[in-house]
């Protein structure tokens, strides 16, 4: 695991928020039910004094087992008649206990495997919520909706193959929903494909952002930026910020990567880029990924092997038309 310090310091917070939360939840049913029914608070605290007997029995050593039995006893039928108050006054049995949001690690982050003290799963996903989080707020991932991707803006007459843009986006634009209300965390990426300004970018937004409200991690990345930012922190020997968005990179569950192709081409960028993908299909974890550029000119600039390995794995949807940012102005 290589997240920084204020990815686990913003992961601790809120499942401390969640701990507390639950935790004042019960005690303001426990003041509730207190003030409604005496006897339970009395039951509270015979209870709390049979388990300081019990611990005093067992530091003391003799004749503990017999001491132990009559104090479970005492116990049990306190617990039951607990119960059963709650039961008669219409409130769940356990109406005074904290609700958790994680009940393997109650809130705390923490459980026990194998002997030893470990993260919970609960923990896990949320390091991965917040590094997602972290890289999300420099995109404007809450723009774009499907709802606002007007077709209006492709023409209906027909291009040369006998296609308007108009059927072709209108097909897009189905594809993408039918892709978002399916989407799982695993399957089939998609590729897409044609010149700037035909809405690749909205659409794929539009998808990130269904995936996210499904609860699902969703990261929204533009190839040039990336890996600047990644360069950037490799060649500072910042290895801890270039490890970590990598991580996330490989972690999330649906990798969007904007622009594929109009990034600054050195060694590091295309070797980064193929570990990228690499990484993600061995995982089978789907990426939507835009380009501007043709086939041909990807192959170009990666390689055969690797544009063919890509295309393999993708859904392609050839975008058409003419730039719908003029129209739009
Ligand atoms: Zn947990």
Not at 43 to 69: M, P, Y
């Amino acid at each position: 695991m290589t997240y920084s310090r204020e990815i686990y310091d913003k992961a601790y917070h809120i499942i401390e928020d969640r701990r507390r939360e639950a935790e004042s939840v019960a005690q303001q049913h426990t003041d509730r039910v207190y003030r409604e029914i005496p006897e339970l608070e009395e039951i509270s605290r015979q209870l709390v004094s049979c388990s300081l007997g019990a611990a005093r029995a067992v530091l003391k050593g003799a004749n503990t087992k017999e001491e132990l039995e009559r104090l479970a006893q005492i116990s049990s039928n306190l617990q039951k008649r607990q119960q059963e108050l709650l039961a008669s006054n219409g409130y769940p049995a356990n109406y005074m206990e904290p609700v958790y949001t994680c009940p393997h690690c109650n809130d705390t982050a923490y459980v026990e495997k194998d002997g030893k003290t470990v993260y919970c799963d609960c923990f896990l996903k949320l390091l991965i919520e917040c590094s997602c989080d972290e890289i999300n707020k420099l995109s404007p991932l809450s723009l774009s909706t499907f709802d606002t991707f007007k077709l209006d803006y492709y023409p209906y007459d027909s291009n040369a193959d006998g296609v308007s843009p108009y059927t072709r986006m209108s097909k897009i634009l189905n594809f993408c929903r039918n892709y978002a209300i399916n989407f799982n965390g695993e399957g089939k990426s998609i590729l897409m494909r044609g010149a700037t300004g035909l809405g690749k970018t909205h659409l794929s937004l539009a998808i990130a952002n269904e995936v996210l409200q499904k609860g699902y991690y969703a990261v929204y990345v533009s190839a040039p930026s990336l890996l600047a930012r990644l360069e950037n922190s490799h060649f500072n020997y910042n290895s801890s910020e270039e490890e970590q968005l990598l991580q996330t990179l490989g972690d999330c569950d649906l990798l969007i990567i904007d622009d594929l192709g109009t990034e600054f081409l050195t060694p590091y960028s295309k070797s980064t880029i193929y570990n990228i993908f690499n990484n993600r299909l061995l995982k089978r974890k789907p990426m939507i990924i835009n380009t501007n550029l043709t086939v041909r000119e990807l192959q170009d600039v990666y390689s055969q092997r690797f544009v063919s390995r890509i295309i393999g794995e993708c859904d392609r949807l050839d975008f058409i038309g003419k730039d719908i940012r003029a129209l739009k102005a």
